[in-house]
């Protein structure tokens, strides 16, 4: 799991004044850049994701082979291994560390690419819920840069009723006591599965449950089962607290309106989008309705965006890499678009 | 607020074994039973609703006609008015108040409906979401009785998608711990207020969200401002949390097929209904979707149950009373049946 590099960023200024110090930036690699630098693609990570958690879709014969591809998966900020709450020293620690943007993401993703790498092009910037918001704001942020976009089970602004559900999440997780503000010494486990319990209802669509798709698909023996070993078990896996709320205020916050020069026009910065685009929801996606990217494909008058929905009773976690057939409908879609 | 009666129902067995001792069941009648006790209607109420949250769908001119029903609203047991965790006496008071079913919630009511009103049949049985349950049971329970039935929002069987959103409301609520495992001496407000947080994205819409609904109809200022306004408020309005502990499992617990004699099967449940029937979901309910009603339908071979989706933006709360067109829809839907 460490087996990841480390850019160091210097003190970085964010968006909203502060500056985050000797900020780092944790990624990971796959492939070779080739000599022109025209195979490089970016991948960001999603809302709690490692480096690690998005491999599923990069391999041999994939869209993502690293044998044609050049892949960079940046670390979010916030995720625990980029710079975070849990890995800053004082007095930046823990509930002192900076709301970071979305547009601070990509920034921080951008130095790292043309400093770093010198790359000049990049021939796609992909990426699920959290990594679609930062998918998009790569084409707004770097529209000379970014050749195609495939943002899927995400958005380009975080809706109203995205930002509700994410109160709950929040709710749920800082009612523990033993959250303290932040200043825990031990993680408020119990605030953690609270909020994981939350999430469960949201992640996978009603009809998943009906269906109990997480016995035959995923191998829990009952709904108990799978709100403990599945969603429990997820929030547990050393995902500090400190650092869900971060990452939990960037996603809030996202909106590629509020990107310099925008002037909080969220219509304007789609139309600004220039890079070819496939925008995935997927049908049963609860709180990235696929009516949301609908409007957002209407208005990216800039490029020839497609709207491809992916099939299924997954709901947002058609992205999450837990089912062939939805992989294989992303790596398809993937092949297309790399293809153009 | 304390316009009502009690029916003294003595010691209660309920379902699961356990006694209710000295039940009591609140209730509100409008309107006068006629010579031939053919106009009475039984009007149950919802998860944490007393008999004046009913009150929006009666008044003259309207289907719940006082001056030509007789309308029964017996309040759910634990619901604060009705034996509850917060009025019963120890030593089966708060956290030791017993669970209680669907089934047994239909079983006092026909207790007050047959023995202290001698009626023996009911023109028309309605309700919204748990009172949609109360609804289905009473025709499953009482098919000699019940003539019509109009559930609205809400289902014979709680389905596991619906059980686990519930999951993410009792984890928020008892993460707080002045909830003290239900031995608190004043209300876990924070854990209330996280539960209401939760809820917020559940009750309407993404598209209620989006349009800002909350702002144009129930004039809130802000997101913001609902969530505290609308929501905190909602849950810190006099509703204990054991109360709502308890309501929320006979809520998961719900299944016309558990009734005795059906061992289990929802769909021969269904099918043992004989009463005229307009099931009517709301389009956008989020947990009780018109799928599921589509599929209920289907089951009820012994009626000639017609499906009528609320059409529009509102979600679960397209049958709260809140918005003319909804309480429109829903009456004119009411009469349609009545008349028939």
Known sequence: MNDHEVFELGNVVLQEGDTLREAKLAYKTFGSLNEDKSNAIVYPTWYSGRHWENEWLIGGGMAL????????????????????????????????????????????????????????????????????????????SHPEMVERILPFCGSARTSLHNIVFLEGVKAALTADDAWKGGWYKEQPTKGLRAMARVYAGWGFSQAFYWDEVYKEKLGFSSLEDFLVGFWEGFFLDDRDANNLLTMLWTWQNGDIGRTPGFDGDYERALASITAKAIVMPAEKDLYFPPEDEEYAVKYMSGTDAKLRVIPGVWGHFAGGGLNLEDIEFIDATLKELLAS
């Open 65 to 140: 082979d690293p044998s044609e591809y050049f892949i960079i998966i940046p670390n979010m900020l916030g995720n625990g291994l980029s710079s975070s709450p849990s890995n800053t020293p004082p007095p930046y620690d823990r509930s002192r560390f900076s709301n970071i943007t979305v547009y601070d993401n990509v920034g921080v993703q951008h130095r790292l690419v043309a400093e770093h790498f010198g790359i000049e092009k990049l021939a796609l910037v992909t990426g699920w819920s959290m990594g679609a918001g930062q998918t998009y704001q790569w084409a707004v």
